[in-house]
């Protein structure tokens, strides 16, 4: 039996969506045991996934640590695995990898070689353009095992299972009203649209919907979700104690709800996975074709700046638009609750038709 490792030490969305390589890779080695090496506060996305048998979490501050490191590297040396996976490749990835003894070590190559150690026995290239449905991000995971093994049946959407007794959760009001999830904050300053736009848009949906809205939020961040709380008109329609700390309970939730507002992160991808529309916010320096999946503008819908005002990105190249990251309060002003409105009106139209006020 070949034992597979995937390693993907990053956020929630890109654990997520990493998960095809275990539904792929299962396909060619039905009786193969997959483990994923994930942070923590991701793992919650993986569990009950028929096709990962394990799932090692580990504190992100931790793997930091040279001494921490180098004792992951003998851990998983000694567990002998066949295959590894590296979607994350980065230099403590690869390293992993390059001490791992694994005969079959798959990952990205680096534009930029700093290091020329053979950290891969097979190092794959981004994809320069996508082609599936699914978008640039899930492609390249898929093709990691596409480019080394032969796939017959691709599996090309990201799963979220649920357990019987999330499965039971209810919301009291769900038969009544429609609930919409709205992200008010993305995972980092960032990806966070100014507080004035996030409660504009908010006012917008309850002016026009019988709905009720739930907030989205990392638990740090609740002093930040109030403040645009407070600046919303009608927070009865608000229920702020509706609230899960943690990612299977933000996943048991979102179940309930029917559909999703936010800017993109790991929370759209969550929604996708259990087939939830998803409205997403595109942050100014955010590359939309790296992680726009399945939008048919019914179902999932979303805007980017760059689509709306191609001109303030004239004079940027790829590289130099991720510049905008550093500062990206400027742009964010660009995109005006009106120009959002052009395309949340339609979507939200098509979901909520039958509740209007």
Known sequence: MKKILVIQNKRIGDVLISSVIANNIKNVFPECEVTYFVYEYTAGVLENNPNIDRIIAVKEKELKSYIKLLQTISRIKKEGYDIIFDPYSKLQSRLICLFSGAEYRIGFKRIKKKLRLPFYSHAINYIPVHTMFCGKAIENRINLVQSVFSLTDIADEPLIYLTEKENRYHLSYKEKLP???????????????????????????????????????APHQKEEALKIYQLCKDKEQI?????????RGFIKLMNQCDLLIANEGGSVHIAKALHKPTFTIYSPYIEKEDWSSFEDHIQHESIHLLEEKPELYKDFTREERKKIEENPAMMYEELKPELIFEKLKPFLAYHLKSVKR
């Open 239 to 247: 229920d702020l104690d509706i609230y899960e700390d943690s990612i």
């Open 179 to 217: 609930v919409i999830m709205f992200g008010v904050l993305g995972s980092t300053p960032q990806k966070s649209m100014p507080y004035s736009f996030v409660a504009e848009l908010i006012d917008f949906i309850t002016e026009k919907y019988n709905v009720k809205i739930l907030f989205n939020y």
